[in-house]
């Protein structure tokens, strides 16, 4: 699951020419968790794809009341008010070449579970004709930084009705729900999606079939396997 890629998607631009995408790169992991136990330092790795250097830059945006009908984001440009530091925060990825993203957790957890997300995006650089109109589609990521509290609660309410699954968390740390199957006979099974429900929130999915569901739940202590009837 912590390889699975959270992108941002085709951001399209206009320029005063025309050009291929050249900027295209992988991360080879898309969340990142502290823990109170746990290190306090984090390192992703960038791997480019691409014939060309590339300008890569990164923002740190805090989600207030994740998962929730309210949830926004605050863009942090201080390091010491985000608590979380990402370095280096701009940089050249050169072709073929890998980069090491560093992720510093400047304070201890608390009570709270702490949220951000971090857009790791190139920069288009070299326009100068502005007579001629082209597009380039630029592809970048949104990493997923998870602060676990300091000392974890973890407390939900799961149950499957029919095809809808519907989770309630009343813990004070996001509960992970992956790894999921449903099987109607050996080797033949359904991949329901995954479902992230943070702290006060509410989730639901739609699952493939009307039968028992198998999960993978992970609360940022331990994995454990269930089933839903």
Not at 152 to 166: C, H, M, T, W
Request: glycine share 8%.
């Amino acid at each position: 699951m912590r390889k699975i890629l959270s992108v941002l998607g085709g951001i399209v631009l206009l320029f005063g020419w025309c050009a291929p995408a050249h900027a295209e790169f992988t991360v080879n992991s898309a969340i990142v968790e502290f823990t109170a136990d746990g290190l306090r330092q984090q390192d992703i790795e960038l791997t480019s794809r691409s014939q060309a250097n590339d300008y890569i830059v990164s923002e740190i945006h805090e989600v207030i009341h994740p998962g929730q009908p309210d949830e926004t984001r605050r863009l942090l440009d201080d390091p010491a008010q985000a608590g979380l530091l990402v370095t280096p925060d701009k940089t050249v990825l050169t072709a073929g070449g890998r980069k090491i993203l560093r992720f510093v957790l400047l304070r201890e957890p608390d009570s709270q579970e702490h949220i951000y997300r971090v857009a790791v995006k190139p920069v288009v650089n070299g326009v100068e004709d502005s007579n001629k109109v082209g597009v380039k589609i630029l592809i970048g990521y949104e990493i997923l930084v998870i602060v676990r509290p300091a000392a974890l609660a973890p407390s939900y309410q799961a149950q499957r009705q029919g095809k809808n699954f519907i989770v309630v968390n009343n813990g004070n740390t996001n509960i992970l729900f992956q790894n999921g199957q449903q099987c109607t006979a050996p080797g033949n099974c359904k991949i329901p999606p995954v479902l992230r429900v943070y702290p006060g929130g509410r989730g639901q999915m739609t699952l493939p079939l009307d039968i028992p569901v198998n999960y993978s739940i992970w609360d940022g202590a331990k994995t454990i396997e269930k089933r839903f009837d």
